[in-house]
């Protein structure tokens, strides 16, 4: 009988344990969710950010005041200025560089998604569960 109570006992423990790493398998996909979509709504701005030319830029047509008599140029600066068109490859360097980053995190986070969730539930061993949960840690982290 008491051989019969401690079986009982470590299967229920064991079933606790495999239920404990599936809501640690949801939450740690629910996380690499959301930043698969933040990642996807950044690099959709960056793309945004890197088409865009400012109107000020494109037209730079001088108008005359009527009561000073002199000539003022509308656009904030010139199209060819060497300060304009260094802070526009900068800026497009940068908006390159934000969508490398964005789709390698969107990659690394679907492979996780995919792959650590089949592992998850359609794993040969017993301890499948708890490598899947460890990897998705390892992950994160990186």
Not at 64 to 92: E, H, S
Request: proline share 2%.
């Amino acid at each position: 009988m008491i051989i019969a109570e401690r079986q009982h006992l470590e299967n229920l423990m064991q079933q606790q344990a495999v239920e404990m790493r599936m809501k640690e398998e949801t939450v740690l996909s629910k996380s690499f969710r959301t930043l698969s979509s933040i990642a996807t709504y950044l690099a959709g701005s960056s793309f945004a950010i890197l088409r865009a030319t400012p109107a000020y830029l494109e037209q730079n047509i001088s108008y005359l005041d009527k009561n000073a008599g002199a000539l003022y140029p509308r656009g904030f600066r010139p199209n060819n200025a060497a300060d304009t068109i260094g802070i526009i490859c900068v800026t497009n360097g940068l908006a390159s560089m934000s969508i490398g980053f964005c789709i390698l995190v969107l990659v690394v986070s679907s492979w996780c998604l995919i792959f650590g969730t089949e592992l998850a539930f359609r794993g040969e061993d017993d301890g499948s569960m708890s490598r899947a949960v460890d990897g998705l840690y390892a992950e994160r982290k990186w």
